[in-house]
């Protein structure tokens, strides 16, 4: 078998695509518009499905990706300072540039950078593709791994555009002033949601706040200003304030939009990852889904006597609904937390039904 396949944007589905397809004995051409790959050092949480499929992808070297395991997550209602939920099954939390980094090892040698498609034609037996630095090659299939923008899906599949989602989020990073430290916590507190995660082995925090509301909604708002919104905060959320209201930790604001598609695929085109199904990241699975993305695509483009096309069909019929899934459900507890602060009620009913009679009276 000798596909000639195109992979455009060399982001974690991207390049996890192409491990896939080199482990099985394609060499993808993989097109990046960035001149240089690289990530910001955030945390990214994987859980169990995510890591087997890094497995099924066969990508290794987890131990230099800092990863850290919370023992559980203690849910605080914020404005009462009491836990009413515990999540006991951490995801891990990643260093997503040594993920990056460690993804881009094995495949380097496929990966364009500073090049974008400027155009496609499908010719039923292949795709023609031209490239802004002027060439013009033919592949067998093309694969969008563009991101929340994607130019594949609105060039090749009509889009449609990504939306604000109704929440904003702002994450910070310190040194873990408490090494004794093992659980995660999140406080709901209505118009914002508090949370950390603790990454690179446990030695630093990672501080976010998810902000309901309008775009940029107190984008000027220090992050002691910030923690006043939640005044009755306990336990582990405790360090989290002192870092607040006593440092300037490096932090990184950005309006969270999704993107809801319906055709992710046609004839030898197809979209994965979040161009085709970004989505809100209060619930931190929008990267794993991109690589269960990339295992099924791997394991299809490969398997023999299975033609592109029906392929590519089979990708969409068996990875839309599950991630659309999750779309609706990561939105739905966004949703519900910027209408009520009980922890019960976001994370125990369907998420979607919580409305603002639901809000218990205030404290
Ligand atoms: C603040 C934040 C926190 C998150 N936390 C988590 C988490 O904890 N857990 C989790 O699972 N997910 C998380 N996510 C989601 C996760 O980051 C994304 O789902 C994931 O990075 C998507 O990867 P991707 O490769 O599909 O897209 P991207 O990472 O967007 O990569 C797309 C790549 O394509 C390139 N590109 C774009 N257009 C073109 C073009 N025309 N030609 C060539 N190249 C192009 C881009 O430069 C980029 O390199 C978070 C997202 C955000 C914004």
Redesign the pocket.
Known sequence: MSHRILI?????????LASGLHRRGLDPLV????PI?TEAG?????SKR?LVALDRLGITGRERWGGYKSDRTLVFDGRTGVVEHVLEDS?V?FN?SNLQLSLLEGVAGLVRTG???SALTDHGDSVEVEFDDGRRERFDAVIG????????RLQALGGPEATYTGTA?L?FQAPNPDPGLTVTAVATGGDATLAY?LMDEGTKLQGIMFLHGPENNRRELTLAQLADRFPAVAGPLIPLMEIMRTTNPPS?Y?N?RQAVVDTWVRNRVAI????AH??T?VV???????FEDAALLADLLTTPHLSIPPALASFEALRKPEAQFLQRYSHGISKAMSVTTSPRKIFTSDPGTVSRADEPAAV
Do not use: K, Y
């Not at 791994?145 to 130019?151: F, H, L, R, Y």
């Not at 994965?272 to 161009?275: R, T, Y």
């Not at 931190?284 to 991109?290: F, I, K, L």
């Open positions: 455009v944007g060399a982001g974690l589905t991207g390049l996890a097109v990046e518009q960035a790959i955030w945390a990214i949480g994987l995510h995801p939390m997503r090049v974008r498609p791994c563009d991101g929340i923008n994607s130019w594949t989020e994450r995660f990184f950005t969270v994965a990852g979040d161009a970004a989505m990241t931190g699975q929008g990267a794993g889904a991109g």
